[in-house]
């Protein structure tokens, strides 16, 4: 996939396709099967590494237009920036409507994926939730993108997750 084709903004925002991070190399890989015992086509799954993730990131912020900032695709951006940070990796993956994405989603969690954001047109959903997830309370672009945890800041989820995570 590539990145420049799928912007609003000058920051990345794959509209149809759903962007799942996983805590590692090993999971990601047990992510792709998943998605192929489901039938999604080999073409319409994209791996990043953390470093490419580190690079895609750096690059949508350092290009971002003041209108990116105005939704909620810049504080993805750098949430998936810090995620990348700590080591993980990621799918991007087409998905053609919300069933298949729902689907998708289930069988993700069940191979560790940590978060799953489906970008549609003007709604970016969060598509894995945890019970230790707490209330949603604020997502303005002011504050950025709840990552849903005490202090408010994404580095504390990778915290808040069990030793095994499970769906």
């Not at 810049?74 to 998905?95: P, T």
């Not at 672009?141 to 849903?148: M, N, S, Y």
Request: charged content about 25%; glycine content about 6%; overall charge negative.
């Amino acid at each position: 996939m590539d990145p420049t084709e799928h912007r609003a903004y000058g920051v990345f925002k794959p509209i149809g396709h759903m962007v799942v991070s996983f805590p590692d190399a090993a999971s990601a890989d047990d992510g792709q099967a998943a998605l192929t015992a489901l039938g999604t086509e080999p073409a319409d799954i994209h791996r990043y590494s953390a470093a490419q993730m580190l690079a895609q990131c750096d690059e949508d912020i350092a290009r971002a237009s003041p209108a990116a900032s105005v939704g909620q695709e810049l504080n993805l951006v750098k949430a998936n920036r810090e995620l990348a940070a700590q080591g993980f990796h990621f799918i991007v993956v087409r998905v053609d409507d919300d069933d298949v994405a729902r689907r998708a989603a289930d069988a993700l969690h069940a191979q560790g994926a940590e978060r799953a954001q489906l970008y549609g047109r003007f709604i970016i959903e969060e598509m894995i939730t945890r019970a230790a997830d707490l209330p949603q309370v604020k997502e303005s672009p002011d504050t950025g993108l709840d990552p849903q945890t005490p202090s408010g800041e994404e580095k504390e989820r990778a915290q808040m997750r069990p030793p095994e995570s499970t769906p």
